[in-house]
């Protein structure tokens, strides 16, 4: 609340990034980890592509979800968390009626923000090889239809770029510049791998600007300090709660396979931790009151 008025999830992630340390939002692939985020005091959350695409199909983030289902999977998660919710909007899903379309639907699922890259459909992640991109003047002329459509409301539009693994640094440089000159509140340099490339992006791209740091690559050495350093203003970390959640359910289903029996097996929430962590309490209490 500000003011006696309720802030939206966009209102709330531009005060947060007019503040002066950097914005932290761990990636969640559904609404159960975007639940786990919050739980751990994030302020932000940011709805991965990559993890949406591995929940709901168990494939590849190569282009297979529609614009239909990621805007339902953004709508369930801003409804099972209060903090900002950040969603990948991958392409915008098609040619300026699609952007339109996708903007108004991802309005309506409350996103605080979306990012929207300019790879050439069918698209990849971003740390993948094989992307294609589009030329740079239908890039920005894509996003400047995405920020019109946006109009007077609050969710903010980030301008990405997977120049870098196809182009290299120069031109992913360039195309940072020309998506903030179009207008973008934010923009996205993604496939670093490497902290040299970095620093390179930090040091050559002025203005508020997004990082992804992706579990396995040598960034993951710098500390929130150091991005906050070097001139970040969001980090997002991607993969780090699904990777995590993977193995541990790869390693408590071996032992059980292997025993027998759950017990003895990775360290698991109790029932009860579980319950409250999906809110059940809050059920059972409109139950009690006003259930038949």
């Not at 003011?3 to 999830?9: A, H, I, K, Q, R």
């Not at 919710?85 to 339109?100: F, K, Q, R």
Request: aromatic fraction near 6%; hydrophobic fraction near 40%.
């Amino acid at each position: 609340m500000a003011g006696g008025v309720l802030l939206t999830g966009g209102a709330t992630l531009k005060t947060l990034l007019e503040g002066r340390e950097i914005v932290l939002a761990p990636g969640a692939p559904d609404s159960i980890t975007a639940r786990l985020v919050e739980a751990a005091g994030f302020p932000t959350v940011y709805m991965t592509g990559f993890g949406a695409t591995a929940s709901r199909l168990g494939m590849p983030d190569i282009g297979l979800l529609s614009q239909t289902e990621m805007t339902e999977h953004a709508r369930n998660m801003t409804r099972a968390v209060t903090i900002p919710v950040i969603a990948d909007a991958d392409t915008g899903y098609g040619g300026p009626s699609n952007i339109d379309r996708t903007v108004h639907e991802f309005l309506c699922a409350g996103a605080a923000a979306i990012h929207l890259e300019d790879q050439a459909m069918p698209k990849r992640c971003g740390q993948t090889s094989g992307v294609r991109l589009l030329d740079a003047e239908s890039s920005v002329k894509r996003l400047r239809c995405a920020l019109e459509a946006r109009g007077s409301a609050d969710m903010l539009v980030i301008g990405r770029t997977d120049a870098l693994p196809a182009q290299g640094i120069n031109e992913a440089v360039r195309r940072a510049r020309l998506y903030q000159d179009a207008g973008a509140d934010l923009v996205f340099v993604d496939g670093i791998k490497k902290i040299s490339e970095l620093e390179a992006v930090a040091a050559a791209v002025e203005g508020p600007k997004v990082v992804s740091i992706v579990d396995g690559n040598e960034t993951t050495r710098l500390t929130a300090t150091d991005l906050q350093e070097l001139g970040f203003s969001l980090a997002f970390y991607a993969v780090t709660a699904l990777f995590t959640a993977t193995r541990a359910v790869a390693d408590a289903l071996s032992h059980l396979r292997t025993a027998g029996t759950p017990a003895g097996g990775p360290p698991q929430h109790s029932y009860t931790e579980f319950s409250q962590l999906v809110g059940a309490d809050f059920h059972t209490d409109l139950d009690d009151r006003f259930g038949g």
